[in-house]
Nanobody, 123 residues
Framework: QVQLVESGGGLVQAGGSLRLSCAAS????????MGWFRQAPGKEREFVAA????????YYADSVKGRFTISRDNAKNTVYLEMSSLKPEDTARYYC????????????????WGQGTQVTVSS
C-alpha cells in the first residue's frame, strides 16, 4: 500500500485558484494510477479527476472540465490538482487516492486514500 498526504487546501473567493498536492510514500508511486475525489457535507464522495501511472489517460468529472487539471511528477512522488475559476459548489473535502488499475473514475477501485484537505470557496 502507498501512504498519501494531501496539502494545499484553504479558503478562496469564487473565481480564485488553488493547487492541491498529494505526496506519496511507500511502494513505487509510478506504478499507481492516481485520482482526486471530493465530498461535501451531506453528499456522497464524488470523482473529480484521474491520471494514469505514466501521466496519460486523464479523466475529469463534467463539473470540473476546463477548470481543473490533474498532473503528476513521478520523480517527486506527487500528484497535483490545479483548480481555477473556483465556484462555491466546489466547496468540499478533497481526497487523493491510489489505484492499482492504470486509471479509474470509480472510487471502489482505489485502495489507498489520504486524509483529505478542505477547500472552501466563498461567494
Amino acid at each position: 500500500q502507498v501512504q498519501l498526504v494531501e496539502s494545499g487546501g484553504g479558503l478562496v473567493q469564487a473565481g480564485g485558484s488553488l493547487r492541491l498536492s498529494c505526496a506519496a510514500s511507500g511502494r513505487t508511486f509510478s506504478s499507481y494510477g492516481m485520482g482526486w475525489f471530493r465530498q461535501a457535507p451531506g453528499k456522497e464522495r464524488e470523482f473529480v479527476a484521474a491520471i494514469g501511472w505514466s501521466g496519460s489517460s486523464l479523466y475529469y468529472a463534467d463539473s470540473v472540465k476546463g477548470r481543473f487539471t490533474i498532473s503528476r511528477d513521478n520523480a517527486k512522488n506527487t500528484v497535483y490538482l490545479e483548480m481555477s475559476s473556483l465556484k462555491p459548489e466546489d466547496t468540499a473535502r478533497y481526497y487523493c487516492a491510489a489505484t492499482t488499475y492504470y486509471s479509474s473514475t470509480y472510487y471502489r477501485e482505489y485502495a489507498s486514500w489520504g486524509q483529505g484537505t478542505q477547500v472552501t470557496v466563498s461567494s
